[in-house]
DNA sequence: GCTGGCACTCGGACAGGGCGAGTGCCAAAA
DNA sequence: TTTTGGCACTCGCCCTGTCCGAGTGCCAGC
């Protein structure tokens, strides 16, 4: 167990790091921190957190620098969330109000936590499957092409051409799509396909029950498709503030980023609930290995029907960047409720 | 007026530095390249291109590079468009195929050509106003508050919550939703405005005209906007290959790229039809001096409905680039008029 | 107009030396 | 037992000087 003035160090050398990007040392900590001993003490603490494996040596005779774990023990212990300030509130609000439809809310959205946070930002468009119906629409484009649109209760749209196996009649059309509302408007995605397998049996022409047939497997084909999970990233010019050696970050970053299931697969490692921060190693992705994420849910009731999150080097000012991303999330929130 | 020879010193020249990244200097050019003179006689020729302006030396005692000029000039007059081999033509069939709708085209789309070209690809959606209307949806969300979705005939859709000045009856929503479909079906976009003008009129309580008239606001509002015109970037990973010096380069052009509006505009000044190259300072945008921007327009008949290219450096391999980038657009067209 | 020769220029790589920040250890003080 | 000041030591960084070679421009000769 670290004794509380050798936590304080560690606080201290996290906070000195993340603000000036250099290793270090004792003499300037006790300079700049009020710690009220002198720097050979603290050179006896550093020798211990260095043993603990809290702090690194870049090499010989250079001051330290916190490693992952020094981190984690930083963000689980040493910081607090910090509330943003009464302008950075109204940043949101100004930069959130005004969005015209979901694009637009994620996008701007995006553009907000990238501005805020200075960093790379990224967000999850609203589930399917936590979401609930608000429409469904079928639309004939040719006798036997039909096209499916899904409207969800957060504004999200997906449209799907469907082809089928033989002509539809327009009131088989009417008929199927009017059924289908009944069912399932209100619903929540995941209950769908309970509530419409039976409805094939439900038409009495053998083509149109084919038609039908097809196009709900097309429907629940849309619910399941991982891939459907979409998501929006911004802020990359942020990655040019990694630091001196960003040349070599960059690459595995920008790799990791365009590879949307690697994001999908990070947001989706987080908590149900609450505010996640994985550290460097802590990425299973090794692109991200010197970087941490800071992710958290949001959606527009209590339940989370999405995530967001930023990345950033692993030497990020986590306080500041947790009540960035815990406050956007709030806001966007209430935006989906709200719309 | 430059000799044959001395055009084709400025061939080898950009040939050599596209591949090898390094300034070319008379020795090593005349080992590579048969031109059947001597150094000398090519370090001449390089003396009077570069008085034109063609070719320039990062230092003295250091080989040539081309010059804006020098690449314009070879894109004019030395270099052909490089058709695809039949590995990468199959690739590009492999991988469009079986897009499920017009985001996916688009994901596709832009991860193919960031691939093919190794660059950063750039894919604009389909442009409302050029494409037709295939069906105007109108939900009832709460009794003063509806939902519009347009549909175009290349499966771009778009939505919007409409708050209304009255509630609006059930019977009312169905009227207006027939006489809109029948009025703009098959119509292009651009059109839609003297369609449906007189539409408010026609209706007999005064509080729905009101409501009809808000909801073509909201509808005209929907196609005018111009940051509307979405688009899809991607590939850019490969930023990292644009040099020794791309620690420099990198953040203005991710910058850039950041800012749909730049890109949006740097897609609109190609030409309408036919292969744009903007080479370096041509371009408008500083942030972007030193890259280059390929784009091509593509659409599901003859005429272009949006546009899509490719950014890389200025030292890029033109030829290649080009076959890439039209051949993707070729075979994307065809995609959209199949769907 | 082309070619070979030659002197010149500069940037890049390499080695050596001084500087300074930072450390570890130790003996003395609290 | 903990803290402190002192001190020798270690390295990385920066600056400088030197060398080397690629590449050039110029010129006389073919």
């Given at each position: 167990?670290?004794?509380?003035?050798?936590?304080?160090?560690?606080?201290?050398?996290?906070?000195?790091?993340?603000?000036?990007?250099?290793?270090?040392?004792?003499?300037?900590?006790?300079?700049?921190?009020?710690?009220?001993?002198?720097?050979?003490?603290?050179?006896?603490?550093?020798?211990?957190?260095?043993?603990?494996?809290?702090?690194?040596?870049?090499?010989?005779?250079?001051?330290?620098?916190?490693?992952?774990?020094?981190?984690?023990?930083?963000?689980?212990?040493?910081?607090g969330v910090k509330p943003l300030?009464?302008?950075e509130?109204?940043?949101?609000?100004?930069?959130?109000?005004?969005?015209?439809?979901?694009?637009?809310?994620?996008?701007?959205?995006?553009?907000?936590?990238?501005?805020?946070?200075?960093?790379?930002?990224?967000?999850?468009?609203?589930?399917?499957?936590?979401?609930?119906?608000?429409?469904?629409?079928?639309?004939?484009?040719?006798?036997?092409?039909?096209?499916?649109?899904?409207?969800?209760?957060?504004?999200?749209?997906?449209?799907?051409?469907?082809?089928?196996?033989?002509?539809?009649?327009?009131?088989?059309?009417?008929?199927?799509?009017?059924?289908?509302?009944?069912?399932?408007?209100?619903?929540?995605?995941?209950?769908?396909?309970?509530?419409?397998?039976?409805?094939?049996?439900?038409?009495?022409?053998?083509?149109?029950?084919?038609?039908?047939?097809?196009?709900?497997?097309?429907?629940?084909?849309?619910?399941?498709?991982?891939?459907?999970?979409?998501?929006?990233?911004?802020?990359?010019?942020?990655?040019?503030?990694?630091?001196?050696?960003?040349?070599?970050?960059?690459?595995?970053?920008?790799?990791?980023?365009?590879?949307?299931?690697?994001?999908?697969?990070?947001?989706?490692?987080?908590?149900?609930?609450?505010?996640?921060?994985?550290?460097?190693?802590?990425?299973?992705?090794?692109?991200?290995?010197?970087?941490?994420?800071?992710?958290?849910?949001?959606?527009?009731?209590?339940?989370?029907?999405?995530?967001?999150?930023?990345?950033?080097?692993?030497?990020?000012?986590?306080p500041g960047t947790m009540g960035a991303v815990r406050a956007?999330?709030?806001?966007?929130?209430?935006?989906?409720?709200?719309?």
């Amino acid at each position: 167990m670290l004794s509380e003035r050798r936590l304080e160090v560690l606080r201290a050398i996290v906070q000195d790091y993340v603000g000036t990007e250099e290793p270090v040392g004792s003499k300037a900590l006790t300079e700049r921190h009020k710690l009220g001993v002198s720097p050979a003490t603290v050179r006896n603490d550093m020798a211990v957190l260095e043993e603990e494996g809290y702090i690194a040596q870049p090499h010989t005779s250079a001051g330290r620098i916190p490693t992952d774990k020094g981190y984690r023990l930083f963000v689980d212990r040493l910081a607090g969330v910090k509330p943003l300030s009464t302008p950075e509130r109204r940043a949101i609000h100004n930069f959130l109000d005004g969005a015209v439809d979901l694009d637009d809310v994620v996008g701007r959205t995006v553009r907000l936590l990238a501005q805020l946070t200075r960093q790379v930002a990224v967000v999850q468009y609203p589930s399917l499957t936590r979401s609930t119906v608000r429409h469904v629409e079928l639309l004939s484009l040719a006798p036997a092409r039909l096209m499916l649109v899904l409207i969800t209760d957060t504004g999200r749209v997906e449209q799907r051409v469907v082809d089928c196996p033989a002509p539809f009649g327009e009131t088989s059309l009417a008929d199927l799509r009017a059924r289908l509302n009944s069912r399932v408007v209100g619903r929540r995605f995941a209950d769908v396909p309970q509530l419409v397998q039976d409805l094939p049996e439900s038409f009495e022409e053998v083509e149109d029950r084919a038609t039908v047939s097809t196009v709900l497997a097309t429907l629940l084909e849309t619910l399941v498709e991982e891939h459907e999970e979409r998501l929006m990233i911004g802020g990359t010019a942020n990655l040019t503030r990694f630091g001196h050696d960003f040349p070599l970050m960059i690459r595995p970053v920008l790799e990791a980023l365009e590879e949307q299931v690697v994001l999908l697969k990070l947001l989706g490692e987080a908590k149900e609930s609450g505010m996640t921060v994985r550290i460097g190693h802590e990425n299973a992705h090794e692109g991200l290995s010197s970087t941490s994420v800071v992710s958290v849910g949001y959606g527009s009731g209590g339940e989370a029907v999405a995530k967001l999150g930023v990345v950033g080097p692993t030497r990020m000012d986590y306080p500041g960047t947790m009540g960035a991303v815990r406050a956007v999330a709030r806001y966007v929130g209430q935006i989906l409720a709200e719309s």
